[in-house]
Structure formats: structure tokens, C-alpha cells
T-cell receptor, first 115, second 112 residues
Framework: GAVVSQHPSWVICKSGTSVKIECRSLDFQATTMFWYRQFPKQSLMLMATSNEGSKATYEQGVEKDKFLINHASLTLSTLTVTSAHPEDSSFYIC???????????FGQGTRLTVV | LAKTTQPISMDSYEGQEVNITCSHNNIATNDYITWYQQFPSQGPRFIIQGYKTKVTNEVASLFIPADRKSSTLSLPRVSLSDTAVYYCLVGDGAGGYNKLIFGAGTRLAVHP
């Protein structure tokens, strides 16, 4: 099956710093990728839709200036959490769309801890 | 996007068949029904997808009645490793656009 890889798997950063998370589709091209956030014992919450070559579309309530998304190629989307705060600590997951009538493929997730 | 309703949790024992039903009363004509499994600290993993009637693969079966307002995921002979959260989602996959809105999911606990 198709593979989507996230890097890093986990990261610890200090408050006020920025963290970049990468999402790569390893064996297919993805014009669209999605970013989710998941808090403990909760479901995945869609943050934004990442479109290759254009601006990301953010869900209501998600700060676009805080969560910067760049989809510069058909195999890579990045999420940068800027000026991170402890409340940004969460599990961030990406998914990639292979197109056509197929399922979405998810990365393994990135555990962000802001101290 | 169609909203889904599932039981919050279920318990089962090893070797039993588990059926998880999902309601999606306002499913659209173009919507497909997809089930994902998620283990703690991992991304969701695709289980099965269907549009109508019955779909079966090596891990599960999906039953969809004619009105498509609900669906049932059937896991045959579960094991401890099937303990996970199961999500039912509906969406228009035909357009190649898997913008998935996750509901609460069903937390399945399999006991020895």
C-alpha cells in the first residue's frame, strides 16, 4: 500500500520556538494533503488542507499565522508551529490523497511537547 | 459532509466476532463509507471502504443496507491486538478528495 511518512516522530521544544513537521508521500504524488491534531483521548481534528503550489485552506478556528503550511512539491508538505506554547502540545497527523476513488493514507504522527 | 454516529465504546473477548454499527442518516449520493483503525500514538490505518451492499477483505467485512443510512463493520474472531479506536467516515472519494472529518470513534477493548 501507499506510504506516508512524517518526520520527526516526536519533538520537544521550548516555549517561543518554532517547530517544523514534514509529511512525505513516499511512493505516490499527492496534490492534496491534510493536517490533523489530536489531543489525548480525543478524535482527530482537521486543521487544514494543503494544496500543492497554492495556499493552504484552514479550518475555522485554526490560526493560519501560527500553523504555517507549505506544500512545495507533490510529495512534501510541511507544518510549522510558530512561537509554540505548552497548549500546542499535541499529536499532529498528516494524510495524503492519491487521487481517484481511493482511501486517504496517514502518516505515523508527530508527538509535539512544548516545555 | 455527512455526520456519523457510533457507540463510544465496546468490549469483547478473544475469538468473538465484533460488529460496530455506524449511523450516517444524511449520507450523500456520491459518498463512500470508510473505516479506519487507530492504535495509541499512531496514525489511522485504513480497514475497508464500500459504497453499498457488502464488501469483504482479509481483515473485515462491511455491510451497507440499501438505504445506506448506516453501515456495520464486522471483525471476525478478534484478538487482543484488535484493541483500538475504530472510526467510521463518509465522504466523496470519487473526486479524489479525502477531506475526512472524524467523529468520536468507537473504542474497542478486547479481553483475554
Amino acid at each position: 500500500g501507499a506510504v506516508v511518512s512524517q518526520h520527526p516522530s516526536w519533538v520537544i521544544c521550548k516555549s517561543g520556538t518554532s517547530v517544523k513537521i514534514e509529511c512525505r508521500s513516499l511512493d505516490f504524488q499527492a496534490t492534496t494533503m491534510f493536517w490533523y491534531r489530536q489531543f489525548p483521548k480525543q478524535s482527530l481534528m482537521l486543521m487544514a488542507t494543503s494544496n500543492e503550489g497554492s495556499k493552504a485552506t484552514y479550518e475555522q478556528g485554526v490560526e493560519k499565522d501560527k500553523f504555517l503550511i507549505n506544500h512545495a512539491s507533490l510529495t512534501l508538505s510541511t507544518l510549522t508551529v510558530t512561537s509554540a506554547h505548552p497548549e500546542d502540545s499535541s499529536f499532529y497527523i498528516c494524510s495524503a490523497d492519491r487521487g481517484g476513488n481511493t482511501e486517504a493514507f496517514f502518516g505515523q504522527g508527530t508527538r509535539l511537547t512544548v516545555v | 459532509l455527512a455526520k456519523t454516529t457510533q457507540p463510544i465504546s465496546m468490549d469483547s473477548y478473544e475469538g468473538q466476532e465484533v460488529n460496530i454499527t455506524c449511523s450516517h442518516n444524511n449520507i450523500a449520493t456520491n459518498d463512500y463509507i470508510t473505516w479506519y483503525q487507530q492504535f495509541p500514538s499512531q496514525g489511522p490505518r485504513f480497514i475497508i471502504q464500500g459504497y453499498k451492499t457488502k464488501v469483504t477483505n482479509e481483515v473485515a467485512s462491511l455491510f451497507i443496507p440499501a438505504d445506506r443510512k448506516s453501515s456495520t463493520l464486522s471483525l471476525p474472531r478478534v484478538s487482543l491486538s484488535d484493541t483500538a479506536v475504530y472510526y467510521c467516515l463518509v465522504g466523496d472519494g470519487a473526486g479524489g478528495y479525502n477531506k475526512l472529518i472524524f467523529g468520536a470513534g468507537t473504542r474497542l477493548a478486547v479481553h483475554p
